[in-house]
């Protein structure tokens, strides 16, 4: 069973655009919706989170937009730059058991100058 | 604050022979510590969690004699893939969470290669 499913599987924007990641998931019992961005060669790093009591957070450039009836998140990225060219992952998770995040397939982002 | 080391972070090793990994949780307490792997243009997949003086809960597939655990204090894991094979050349990352707190902590990662 996948539960969770990221889409696009690659993106390419140009610089000042917007660059918008879907997330849709199947476990209800998922409570914290993080994006992570990966360079290269590099471990994850957390980008933007939100747990399920609020519909959207901003920080920065960085959106993520929450849709709990339709069981679906997206992460917007404003002005999008050539150095936000990375992996994006959405990787929610529930508060129960492991409490492991459930890692999406990843979205191939590529900022164009 | 919230940095996670990993060392090494590139090994290459010959076949047959065994590899330690260390995740180390540098300004907080880990009371959690996940390992993932994760191959060329792939996501990461879960490969065990493990808490601090308790056995690791490995994913199913994933043979625990050959991926070895320990998470012998609150701010070290070690991963030793024991008889490694060229197939578990791969980069290994591990995270770290403390109690109560939904964010995990991402180690830099070691990318392994088995000749």
């Known amino acids: 069973q996948q539960q969770v499913k990221q889409s696009p599987q690659s993106l390419i924007v140009q610089k000042g655009g917007i660059s918008i990641i879907n997330c849709a998931y199947e476990?209800?019992?998922?409570?914290?919706f993080p994006w992570y961005q990966q360079f290269p060669g590099k471990g994850p790093a957390l980008l933007i989170a939100?747990?399920?009591?609020?519909s959207e957070k901003k920080e920065g450039r960085f959106t993520i937009s929450f849709n709990k009836s339709a069981k679906q998140f997206s992460l917007h990225i404003m002005d999008s730059q050539p150095g936000d060219s990375a992996t994006y992952f959405c990787?929610?998770?529930?508060?129960?058991?492991?409490?492991?995040?459930?890692f999406g397939s990843g979205t191939r982002l590529q900022v164009q100058p | 604050g919230a940095v996670v080391s990993q060392h090494p972070s590139r090994v290459i090793c010959k076949s047959g022979t065994s590899v330690k990994i260390e995740c180390r949780s540098l300004?907080?307490?880990?009371?959690?510590m996940f390992w993932y792997r994760q191959f060329p243009k792939q996501s990461l997949m879960l490969m065990a969690t493990?808490?601090?003086?308790?056995?690791?809960?490995?994913e199913q597939g994933v043979e625990k004699d050959k991926f070895l655990i320990n998470h012998a204090s609150l701010t070290l894991s070690t991963l030793t893939v024991t008889s490694a094979h060229p197939e578990d050349s791969s980069f290994y990352i591990c995270?770290?969470?403390?109690?109560?707190?939904?964010?995990?902590?991402f180690g830099p990662g070691t990318r392994l290669t088995v000749t």
């Open positions: 995270s770290a969470q403390t109690a109560g707190n939904y964010e995990q902590y």
């Open positions: 476990n209800t019992a998922f409570d914290y």
């Open positions: 939100i747990r399920p009591d609020v």
């Open positions: 990787a929610p998770r529930a508060d129960t058991g492991r409490r492991a995040l459930t």
């Open positions: 300004d907080f307490q880990a009371t959690t």
């Open positions: 493990s808490n601090e003086g308790s056995k690791a809960t490995y």
